[in-house]
């Protein structure tokens, strides 16, 4: 029988395999916030240690080389291949970090899609801790990380930022991209 | 009912989610995302380290972790539902951390108070190792025994961790590391 939970007594041969797909489910999501929380708390503790401008240093070293990382481990673990728009769309709605975000699609074409981002907890964290780091991290950093996650797939697909923070007090979009290819 | 997923190949899917993927494949993500985690955080040693020195880069290892293990446990016994006090829940802990899956680790239990845990592969040691700098002696003999003690102390501060062996190690075939947790009431 599948456990939903481990209150259950020892088993030596416990593994993620006896579990139920809710529980998995529950296990993905936290494991996203989880990931977040890794890279948020490097971040800061650089950040107290070395200043801002090392620990954005850092993060901009780390993720130019975690993100073609992070969409080749996505898409042979699911099979995701193209050189289209969708490809890409396809391999950000199921990446490991996309548990944490709510994203809305507006696939035009295969060559052409609206995504944005009606819900980012980095994006809450970093306009409760009111420095405006947001200016660097989304408006910079950001930017060229979506550029090398859509390069991975096309090295001429264009990204637009069609909005980005700061953001308007009543504004639901954290940010909004245009992917297109011109073929 | 609706087949499920085992891959995302088919065609875009505006209502995607992990929920539509079969269990063998949330496992494997599950797998996958345990591998990203060490990644991001050896990553950020490193990049710390060729910029600020080896000193302050175990530093901020060091602070990092003691935060990160306790919201480990947390998340791990609210979601997974294990509470106790005693040995065997922190050996349960254990087995079910996301770290875990990417080692290959022995748990034996002698008795609810008391268990041996044996790493016998440690993707993160045998980069340590391939580096050949000695920075094991400092991440295996330092940071993990506060580690391992952390994450005992948050089910019960009597629990008492002990090395048992703990890198530099005899050749490639030998264990990683060994522990022996122990409560006397």
């Given at each position: 029988?599948?456990?939903?939970?481990?209150?259950?007594?020892?088993?030596?041969?416990?593994?993620?395999?006896?579990?139920?797909?809710?529980?998995?489910?529950?296990?993905?999501?936290?494991?996203?916030?989880?990931?977040?929380?890794?890279?948020g708390q490097w971040y800061l503790a650089v950040m107290q240690k070395c200043g801002?401008?090392?620990?954005?240093?850092?993060?901009?070293?780390?993720?130019?080389?975690?993100?073609?990382?992070?969409?080749?481990?996505?898409?042979?673990?699911?099979?995701?291949?193209?050189?289209?728009?969708v490809t890409l769309i396809k391999a950000l709605?199921?990446?490991p970090w996309s548990s944490s975000y709510e994203i809305k699609v507006d696939l035009i074409n295969n060559d052409h899609a609206i995504i944005s981002f009606i819900n980012c907890p980095t994006l809450l964290a970093l306009e409760r801790d009111g420095s405006g780091r947001e200016m660097l991290i989304c408006n910079k950093l950001e930017v060229k990380l979506m550029e090398l996650k859509a390069h991975y797939f096309n090295p001429n697909m264009i990204v637009t930022p069609l909005k980005l923070p700061p953001r308007d007090p009543n504004s639901e979009i954290c940010c909004q991209w245009e992917l297109k290819v011109d073929r | 009912m609706k087949e499920l997923m085992v891959d995302y190949s088919s065609s875009f899917d505006p209502n995607f989610s992990h929920e539509k993927l079969a269990q063998q494949t949330l496992t494997r993500l599950l797998r996958a995302?345990?591998?990203?985690?060490r990644r991001i955080d050896g990553h950020w040693y490193l990049s710390v380290m060729e910029k600020w020195g080896n000193d302050e880069a175990l530093d901020c290892d060091i602070k990092v972790w003691e935060?990160?293990?306790i919201y480990e446990m947390k998340m791990l016994s609210s979601l997974l539902n294990i509470h106790g006090d005693?040995?065997?829940?922190?050996?349960?802990?254990?087995?079910?951390?996301?770290?875990?899956?990417?080692?290959?680790?022995?748990?034996?239990?002698?008795?609810n108070d008391c268990a041996i845990v044996t790493y016998r592969n440690c993707p993160t040691l045998l980069a340590l190792e391939n580096e050949g700098k000695g920075r094991e002696g400092l991440i295996c003999q330092e940071l993990e025994p506060k580690l391992m003690g952390i994450i005992a102390h948050y089910f019960n501060p009597n629990i008492r961790v002990t090395p048992l062996k703990l890198p530099p190690r005899d050749g490639s075939g030998d264990i990683c590391c060994q522990w022996e947790f122990m409560l006397e009431r």
């Open positions: 029988m599948e456990l939903v939970d481990y209150s259950g007594t020892f088993d030596p041969d416990f593994s993620y395999e006896k579990l139920t797909k809710e529980t998995l489910l529950k296990l993905i999501r936290s494991d996203a916030e989880y990931v977040r929380r890794i890279d801002n401008d090392v620990a954005f240093a850092c993060d901009a070293e780390i993720w130019e080389k975690l993100e073609a990382y992070t969409m080749k481990i996505t898409c042979k673990l699911l099979n995701i291949h193209g050189n289209d728009v709605q199921a990446n | 995302t345990a591998e990203y985690m935060r990160l293990v005693d040995v065997v829940t922190v050996m349960k802990v254990l087995q079910a951390s996301p770290w875990t899956l990417t080692y290959a680790c022995d748990i034996d239990v002698r008795s």
